[in-house]
Structure formats: C-alpha cells, structure tokens
C-alpha cells in the first residue's frame, strides 16, 4: 500500500531514520503509523487492537535505544506491528500473516530488530535477562510486556531471577487492563493502584548519586537500597507495590500515549544501573474509535472499513467447533451441577463466553496461566467437581507437566479440551497445534478424542463428563464445524470406539478428527470402481484405539493413517505399533505433518503445502490402488 499519505513515516526506512527526527515531531509519526496500521489490517487482517496501544511505547524506545545492537524483547507479539513498520518492514507489511510474506510475530529468522521469538506469552523476561548477561551488560535490552503477558507464571519466575542477578534490564509493562479479553486477578487490581511521586524519585536519586561519589554503591548495597526504597514508596502511596523487596526500581504508572513524556522518562532510567521498570497505562485500540469500544472484538477483527468501522462476512461462515462447545458446555451444565468451566485469557476464543452468560459462579477464567488452569482444575475435580478446561492446543504445551504430574497421576476427571488443534492458519509456527497427539498419547489413563464434526464433539463432550471417573483430552481445530446441523441428541459413545464410514477391501483410510472431511471429499473425486475398493474409518480415538477395526483392517492390502498433526508419534504412530505386534503383512503409508515446523498461510495453503488436502490423499490412493 501506498504511504503517499504519510509524509514523516514515509521517510521512516530504519530507527536510524526515526532518531534524526526532532522529538516534536513524534506525535504527528505516531498518528501516521496508527493510522497506516488502521488501513493495512482493514485488508490484511490481523491483531489489530493490541498493536494499536502500543504505537508511542514503540516510537520512544526506538527513538531512545540505539536498536538493533541495543535490543527489545516483545512480549506478546502481536503488539509489535508498529515496530516491524519502522524497522525496514514498511513497504512489505501488506505481506504480513501471507503465504511467503512477514511472520506474524517478531522472530529473529526474519529481521535483527526482532530480538527474540514472541509468538506466545510471559517468556520475555526470561529471555532478555540471558541476552543482557550473555552481551555482557554492554547494551541496553528492553522488554515490553503487556497485554496480559504479566499474568503467566514464567513472567514471574524471570522476574525472580533478575532481582537476584546483576543486570541492566529495561522492563516497560504495556499495561492496558486487557489479554485477549479483559485482565483478571490480583496483579490486574494492584496494577491499576500503583503509583510513584516525582519528589520520591527525586529523593532516591540524590541518595544514589551521594553514594555512588563515595564508592558505596556495590550490587549487594545498591539492591538493599532499591528493596527499602519500594518499601518506603508503598508506604508513601498507601499501599503494596508487587516490587517491593526486590532489586528492581519502579517507575510509574505513566501515560503510555504521551510520546514526548515516555521519550523524557526513557531517556532517564535507560542508563542507570541495575534493573528498572516502567509502567504504562495504554488503552487497547487507541486512536481507532471502533477498536478502543470493543478491544476484545477488535483484538483480530478481520476485514473491516476503516471509515464506518463495520467489520465485513467473510465466505464459508457457519457453526464453528468453538460455537458448538460453548453452545453444549452450557446444556450439559443445565443438567450436570457438577459442571464448571475454566479459561486461560481465552473466553471468547473458546467459546466458554456463553458458560460466562449462563453460570458466571461456575466459570473461571484464570488468565495468561495454562499450567495453573490445569492444576486448578485438578483441584476442582479432586474434590467432585467436573472441570472443562479450554485451552489452545499450542498454549498447552506449557501445561504439559500439569495435565502429566496434577490430573494423570491422580487419574482425575478434567476434560481438557484443546481449541485450535492442527493447522490454525496465518499465525504460523508458533500457534499451530501440531504436537499434542503424539506429546500425550504415552501418558497412561489418558482418553484422548478428536471429533470429525460438531455433532461428534457434542457426543464426546456428553460421554467425558458421563464418564468422569479419569481424564480426557477432546481436541478440534480452529473454525467451521464440518456440519450445519449439529444440534444432535445428547448420547453416549463408547470409550475407544471408531466407526466405519464406507466399506472397502483393498485400501483402508484411518482419519482422525477433521481430516476425516478431507478423506471424504477425496472419495468423492475418484471414479466409482476405485472408490468402491477403499475403505474409510473415522477412528474418533487416539488413546484407546478401536481394536475391533485395527483387527478387521488386518485383511486389507494398503492401509493408510491421516491426521492433522505431526506424522511421529500420533495416531499413525499408534497404528503401526499395533499393526506391527499383530504381524501385518501389508504396506502402511502415514499421512501426516513431517519433522519440520510450519510457517504461517491460509488453512487451504497449508494443507496443501503439508500434503494433507483431499488432492494430496486422491493422489496417494490413486498410486496404492495400482501396486
């Protein structure tokens, strides 16, 4: 897109650019990156609301820090959109989220400026310390964390160990009361209260420059002073600041849109020694009325026009995965008052929303905290309670040793249902699902599921919580359900049961979840006498698998596995052990993702590029039907 509109952003090619600026001249850049930003999603869609928020914070810390050799940590990455703009990306952020184009999230595969890999949330701290420790303390590293980012318990554990560590740290909190959906708990409240004079900074200041004069100001003395400062700022602000009793200077809370201001501040505590943080009070959306309204909606709006600010349909809309479980989570509640449903920063992705509307007491939403989510529903479920625990299948991966050590070892009956499983699309290598099948299938006890449509993910989600004497995992991707009418009787269905979709005797197709569509829409593209020799099972079951038709299939000549994650150690994995054990003679070909990571495009464009589309599956029938 054109910048023609945009003369000072337009002359904006690095921060080098940005620098030789004279510092009035900042708010109009700002308006003209928010507003370019406005105009390039409408089109492109993307995070939209978060990027917004954080446009002055990005313009002063490049305009402050000497980048890319001194360094910023986001975190999360989805505020970044203004930073990949003024960092050498401008003229190619139409390409962003696209097959081919820019990653949707800062990676350093893609650019210098992108210090570190930010797709999920809570691992800046962490990693900014090592790069810090491993420069040698002889650069600047900022890290700004926001968009509930704080509320993740490595945030935490990072933070830790800078109050203990010698470092230079530069922690900016991007604090707009807001995740994906609005910020919940105790940091949130003691956030919002924190506050800190300027005569107490003043103070502190002549106190550190006395004592630096005189040689007085070692690590151990300087964190001693900064640990009884916080102690004597909370009690000048009538309350408790999180940072007291650690080695970390505060200051703040400061307007985060008053780009001036935030140039002043930074250029103050950037040099001192020892960590600091700075706190920002930023409004998710800003300067785009529509997102500033609904910072949720218009966290990832897609298509829209910038001048009414409606959002636009797009094709193929229908009943999503997510619908159908938010939709059942509450009917299965009307009639289970053992039912409770918990979230990790994720009500309105999941769809547990309408368990918010319908049992507010009897739901939870935890924040940015998936390993915690599990563990309290470990709890719950300890003492009679039948948790749904929603989280995306790629943000799971930091709960692994919860679900493994919290609710397998104790056999407890927690339904986790994993969202987003699979391919999820344009926001790429970081959020895809592909792991979760073969990371939990060697966990004893555990029941894992996939449903081909809606109705079959009703059915499953009636039979774990019928069932609920162990733990489940029912995983879906992200998107339309397969099915309009999945509104379904409510029935049982037998643990470790698949069933047969179409009869075959010379080629038989195992599908797993979703990609069983795929299979069927292959079937229908083969003429009518190849199609009569194949086979298709929808095995419904990772864990147990159906033995009745792994036994059955033993007389087929081909047999071929399918499913929309990793290709080692998922349902194709567990087929051909079983295969295997019980002397197959046949070929066994596995349909799946190969050892590689994949980057970001449409759904479509990436079942295509990973083979797993129904061409991809006619034309590996095509070739086994002529062995």
Not at 139 to 152: E, K, L, N, R, T
Not at 231 to 244: E, I, M, R, T
Not at 389 to 399: E, H, L, V
Not at 553 to 572: K, M, N, Y
């Amino acid at each position: 897109m054109a910048h023609k509109h945009y003369p000072l952003l337009q002359s904006v090619d690095s921060p080098a650019d940005l620098r030789r600026l004279d510092k009035s001249q900042l708010p109009q850049l700002c308006q003209e990156l928010r507003d370019d930003i406005v105009c390039e999603c409408s089109e492109n869609p993307g995070h939209l609301a978060s990027s917004l928020g954080a446009v002055e914070l990005t313009v002063a810390l490049h305009y402050v820090l000497d980048t890319p050799t001194d360094k910023i940590v986001w975190d999360v990455g989805h505020q970044a959109y203004g930073h990949k703009i003024l960092t050498g990306r401008r003229d190619v952020f139409n390409t962003n989220r696209k097959l081919g184009g820019l990653h949707p999230f800062p990676t350093p595969v893609e650019s210098d400026y992108d210090s570190f890999v930010c797709g999920h949330a809570s691992n800046s701290i962490s990693a900014a310390l090592g790069l810090d420790i491993g420069m040698g303390l002889q650069h600047h590293v900022a890290v700004v964390i926001g968009d509930g980012a704080m509320s993740g318990g490595l945030a935490f554990e990072g933070m830790n160990n800078v109050a203990g560590t010698d470092n230079n740290l530069l922690i900016v909190i991007n604090d707009n009361d807001m995740s994906i959906d609005k910020s919940v708990g105790g940091l949130r409240r003691m956030l919002v209260s924190l506050n800190t004079g300027r005569g107490y900074n003043r103070f502190r200041d002549r106190v550190s420059r006395w004592m630096r004069r005189r040689g007085q100001l070692n690590v151990v003395r300087r964190g001693r002073i900064i640990r009884m400062g916080n102690a004597l700022k909370g009690l000048l602000g009538g309350g408790q600041n999180l940072f007291a009793g650690m080695n970390i200077r505060y200051f703040g809370p400061f307007d985060g849109h008053d780009v001036e201001s935030l140039v002043d501040i930074l250029s103050r505590v950037k040099d001192m020694k020892g960590p600091k943080l700075v706190h920002l009070h930023t409004v998710k959306g800003k300067g785009y009325k529509p997102a500033e309204e609904g910072g949720s909606v218009w966290h990832a709006p897609g298509r829209y026009d910038v001048a009414s600010g409606k959002r636009k349909e797009t094709s193929g809309n229908g009943p999503r995965f997510q619908d159908v479980f938010g939709a059942t989570l509450v009917e299965l509640a009307e009639h289970n008052p053992r039912i409770v449903g918990v979230s990790a920063a994720m009500l309105s992705g999941t769809g547990m929303q309408r368990m918010v509307d319908a049992f507010p007491e009897r739901t939870y939403d935890v924040g940015i905290a998936e390993g915690h989510a599990v563990t309290f529903s470990a709890g719950l479920a300890k003492e009679g309670m039948v948790p749904f625990c929603a989280i995306y299948s790629a943000f799971a991966q930091r709960a692994y040793d919860n679900i493994i050590h919290d609710v397998c070892l104790l056999h407890l009956p927690v339904v986790i249902c994993m969202d987003r499983a699979g391919l999820v699309g344009e926001d790429g290598a970081t959020h895809h699902g592909m792991f979760d099948m073969a990371a939990l299938r060697p966990i004893p006890g555990l029941t894992i599921a996939a449903p081909m449509d809606g109705s079959e993910l009703r059915r499953m989600m009636y039979t774990a919580q019928l069932h609920a004497d162990g733990p489940w995992v029912i995983r879906y991707p992200r998107g339309y359900c397969g099915c309009d009418n999945w509104q379904c009787n409510l029935e049982d269905m037998p643990i470790g049961t698949g069933r047969c979709l179409k009869e075959g005797e010379h080629i038989a197709v195992m599908s797993i979840g979703s990609t069983g569509i795929d299979v069927q829409k292959a079937l229908a593209m083969l003429s009518e006498e190849e199609s009569l020799r194949v086979a298709h099972y929808d095995m419904r079951f990772v864990k147990p698998l159906d033995t009745t038709i792994l036994t059955k299939v033993l007389a087929c000549r081909h047999i071929v596995t399918i499913e929309d994650g990793c290709r080692s150690g998922g349902l194709g994995s567990a087929v051909t052990e079983w295969l295997t054990d019980n002397a197959y003679k046949g070929t066994i070909t596995r349909m799946g993702i190969s050892d590689h990571f994949v980057e970001h495009g449409t759904v479509a464009e990436l079942k295509h590029l990973t083979g797993l589309d129904a061409s991809a599956i006619v034309e590996q029938l095509k070739k086994l039907l002529h062995l």
